[in-house]
């Protein structure tokens, strides 16, 4: 139940768009229960959540979340999981947009015991499916990452023996949501890190945006046949898969993630 004022339907994250494909939702919206809330960063929380019937989910898909005022208006948004696999609870990571209606609440003012409505779960393209042998390159903006958690969690609980790596574009080591999990080298994943804005102390390379150079350096190369994976902002999932396809990457083997916020 969504407490305070809600303010007209606004488009807060366009989740459904993967690649050439757009996801159906499921019909039936499933009761949700609140039963943990963990700050990443300043504008951002982990919500895990219990749902009974919940049918799981493949590493990458995402769920749509129902919010329902007291006067019945109902707001809905996508979020990507970033849990996955059998059983009853979900994680969500949830970025707090300055305009959103959605995102601020659950960020700031739901609390453990709160209801929210959970359908999914939705997507079959942006997947990755335990048992794939092909090499797994991940390149994330922003929140981006939440899909590329689940990845990894699935990777380390199915240890497998092809290379993994995420390379991860953010402004700051304080803007960088599951952090802490991250810099501690998860089992058989790489992390490269690009920072736009406020690079850590000692740093050698200087903030910018991701460039070709970086992709050179950090992304599996062509010759090895990886699956890529690109999730941001539209703007930047664009300009990541256009540089990859000029350094030869063939485009069935980039899947690409966006939503709606540009920054």
């Not at 949830?94 to 939705?122: F, H, M, N, T, W």
Request: with cysteine; hydrophobic share 40%.
């Amino acid at each position: 139940m969504a407490r305070g004022t809600v303010r007209p339907l606004v488009v807060e994250n366009t989740a459904a768009i993967r690649g050439d494909t757009v996801a159906r939702p499921v019909a039936t919206w499933l009761p949700a229960t609140i039963t943990a809330a963990v700050p990443l960063t300043e504008r951002s929380r982990s919500l895990r959540l219990v749902v009974p019937g919940w049918r799981g989910n493949v590493p990458g898909q995402h769920v749509d979340i129902r919010l329902t005022a007291p006067d019945g208006y109902q707001a809905v948004r996508s979020y990507s999981l970033a849990t996955s696999g059998p059983g009853e609870h979900i994680e969500l990571a949830i970025d707090r947009l300055p305009d959103g209606e959605v995102s601020p609440y659950l960020v700031d003012v739901a609390e453990v015991g709160d209801k929210v409505e959970v359908r999914g779960p939705l997507g079959g393209w942006f997947v990755w499916r335990p048992g794939d042998p092909r090499p797994v390159q991940m390149i994330a903006g922003g929140s981006g990452v939440v899909p590329f958690v689940a990845m990894i969690r699935a990777r380390e609980a199915a240890p497998a023996g092809n290379p993994f790596r995420l390379l991860y574009s953010v402004r700051s080591p304080a803007a960088a949501m599951y952090r802490d999990y991250l810099e501690h080298s998860p089992v058989g994943t790489t992390v490269n890190w690009i920072y736009t804005r406020n690079p850590p102390p000692g740093s050698s390379r200087p903030a910018g945006r991701l460039t070709s150079i970086d992709l050179d350096s950090h992304v599996i190369p062509v010759e090895q046949d990886p699956l890529t994976f690109v999730c941001g902002s539209t703007g930047f999932a664009e300009r990541v898969s256009q540089m990859l396809i000029e350094r030869g990457h063939p485009a069935s083997m980039i899947r690409i993630e966006r939503y709606g916020d540009s920054r």
